[in-house]
């Protein structure tokens, strides 16, 4: 019994350990580069569909009325996602690794955006 206690407790602490892990530049663009992301926006209180392609150009849609989007993404040489779309400046932050299969964007100590899951392609038809 105490074998198995010690070894739950072992795997909680290592779990935590990995969670909030900053990604490299490239670590972020081979997650999302030419893939598509479940995103809620903190910054917005929204929901959206992404579309990252390796271009560089977002294709994305909200979730709440369906209007689709257009806009662009890019990794800074300090290894910052960055996201600009029509009439806002550009954001940028380090995105840490949730260590449960999910993303925080962040920006000034802030999680801007969650990146809720991230599905490979273009998994929504963007």
């Known amino acids: 019994m105490h074998k198995i206690l010690c070894m739950t407790v072992l795997m909680m602490l290592s779990a935590t350990a990995f969670a909030d892990t900053p990604l490299t530049g490239d670590q972020i663009k081979q997650l999302v580069s030419g893939n598509s992301i479940d995103v809620h926006s903190n ?3 929204l929901d959206l569909k992404l579309y990252l392609a390796a271009d560089g150009s977002i294709a994305g849609r909200r979730e709440d009325n ?3 989007f257009k806009g662009a993404w890019r990794i800074t040489d ?5 996201s600009v779309f029509a009439n806002l ?11 449960e299969g999910s993303y925080k964007r962040m920006e000034e100590g802030y999680p801007r955006a969650i990146w809720k899951k991230i599905h490979p392609g273009n998994a929504f038809g963007l």
Request: with cysteine; glycine share 18%.
């Open 43 to 45: 910054a917005n209180s």
């Open 66 to 68: 369906g209007i689709p």
């Open 78 to 82: 300090s290894g910052e996602f960055c």
């Open 89 to 99: 400046k550009e954001s940028c932050g380090p995105v840490m690794d949730s260590g």
